[in-house]
Each structure stands twice: as C-alpha cells, then as structure tokens.
C-alpha cells in the first residue's frame, strides 16, 4: 500500500488517532471513577443501616444491663449465702484429722511407704503407696483392721499379687 499523503497531513492524522485515544482511555477512566463512586455510596449505605441496627440493639442492650447487673449480684449474693452455710456446716462438723494422722502414723509397719492420702467429705480415705513385701503389707492391713477408727475397711485382692516391690490402694471410712 502507497501512502501518498503529505507529511503534514499524516502528522494531523496521526494527532487525531492520538487525540481519539487519549478521550476514549479518559472517558473509560471517568466511568469507572463513576462506577466506584457508585459503589462507595451503595456500601455507605449498607453501613448506614448496620450501623443504625447496632444502634438500637445498644440502646436495647443498655437498657437490659441494669436489670442484668441486679439480677448477677442477686445471684452471687445467693452464691455467697450458700458457700457461708457450707462453711458454717462443716465447721461444725469439723473432724480434728490431727488425731487421725497420728493414730495412722502409728499403725504403719517399716517398709511402707505412702504416696498418697486422700480424705474426702469428712470421712471417705484412701490411701496409694508401696510396700517392700507382701508380709508388710498384710501386717499394715490387719493394723488397720484393728483399729478403732476404721470402719469399711476395704482392700482389693490385687494387691496381693506380687511378693515383693508392690505399689498398694485401700480405702475406708474414718470413724469418728
């Protein structure tokens, strides 16, 4: 293909594709700013509503509060009420485990050892520990089984199933 235009004509033309270029990338520019101003003003107002819903809901929640402050003191007050009644309760019927622990140091033959000593509501015992041999062991269970103090006495065969080196439980009823 010839061009046979003279060059001050093809600069005009190539000025005007430019110049066509240029308006039609700035009106697509302007649409879109157009667009996302749309959208801005769109999410403003879903925000508005939301933000309008949270008001009312902490108005309404403000309101409640009070009520629910009262309604958790009276509750803790009660709480309070109930844990005095049990304090008073087992004060009174306080067992002195003094006495005990000293009755139960004395019933305990050399070789064994206790690992742990568990006293619940006021009288239920159990005891965890080693023994070195089985003899110790039966000796320490007919201490405990003469004791005055001891009442439902009780002491699972399987600890009986080693000779030597036994980890022991037991439990019983500590009489006052």
Not at 23 to 37: N, P, Q, T
Not at 63 to 79: A, C, F, G, R, Y
Request: hydrophobic share 45%; proline share 2%.
């Amino acid at each position: 293909m010839l061009n046979l235009l003279p060059p001050k004509q093809k600069n005009e033309l190539h000025l005007d594709l430019l110049t066509q270029t240029v308006i039609s990338v700035a009106v697509a520019v302007i649409f879109m700013i157009l667009i996302l101003a749309l959208l801005c003003l769109i999410a403003q107002s879903f925000l508005n509503i939301g933000l309008d819903e949270a008001e009312r809901d902490l108005s309404l929640w403000q309101s409640k509060t009070e009520i629910k402050k009262l309604e958790n003191l009276e509750k803790k007050v009660k709480e309070l009420n109930r844990n005095l009644v049990f304090l008073d309760t087992h004060q009174k019927e306080q067992v002195k485990f003094s006495l005990f622990l000293e009755n139960l140091v004395k019933e305990v033959p050399l070789g064994i050892r206790f690992n742990e000593v568990s006293v619940r509501e006021l009288s239920d015992v159990s005891i965890r520990g080693y023994a070195l041999t089985r003899d110790i062991l039966l000796a320490f269970k007919g201490n405990l089984e003469k004791a005055s103090y001891v009442s439902d006495f009780d002491f699972p065969l399987s600890n009986l199933t080693k000779s030597t080196d036994i980890n022991f439980s037991l439990s019983f009823k500590y009489a006052k």
